[in-house]
């Protein structure tokens, strides 16, 4: 499965970006969907998940009630809407699929500046 996120950029403190991360090479409906990201100097960090077939969505307590993760089987896509953004939110965002066999792919992750 190869994965690219899109749609980072730099944004002001409250704005909005909606990142997608279009896989390729497999069908992503048998996968659970992540998204993570990583700030400088810091470790990498769970930010929301989502299910097979988008029934059950999971997020960190930072973003909950201002990010939603949502998916679209038919065309291979996972979506994070990303509102009322921080600069605390700033890093690098990346997309995972995980098989819950084992298997576990990560896109090269797209970067999300938010200015104050």
């Known amino acids: 499965v190869e994965l690219v996120e899109s749609g980072g950029g730099l944004v002001q403190a409250g704005g909005s970006l909606r990142l997608s991360c279009a896989a390729s090479?497999?069908?992503?409906?048998?996968?659970?969907m992540g998204w993570f990201r990583q700030a400088p100097g810091k470790e990498r960090e769970f930010v929301a998940a989502?299910?097979?077939?988008?029934?059950?969505?999971n997020y960190t307590d930072s973003v909950k009630g201002r990010f939603t993760i949502s998916r679209d089987n038919a065309k291979n896509t996972v979506y994070l809407q990303m509102n009322n953004l921080k600069p605390e939110d700033t890093a690098v965002y990346y997309c995972?699929?995980?098989?819950?066999?084992?298997?576990?792919?990560w896109g090269p992750g797209t970067q999300v500046t938010v200015s104050s």
């Open positions: 989502i299910s097979w077939n988008g029934g059950k969505t």
């Open positions: 090479g497999r069908t992503l409906s048998s996968y659970v």
């Open positions: 995972n699929a995980w098989s819950g066999a084992g298997a576990s792919y």
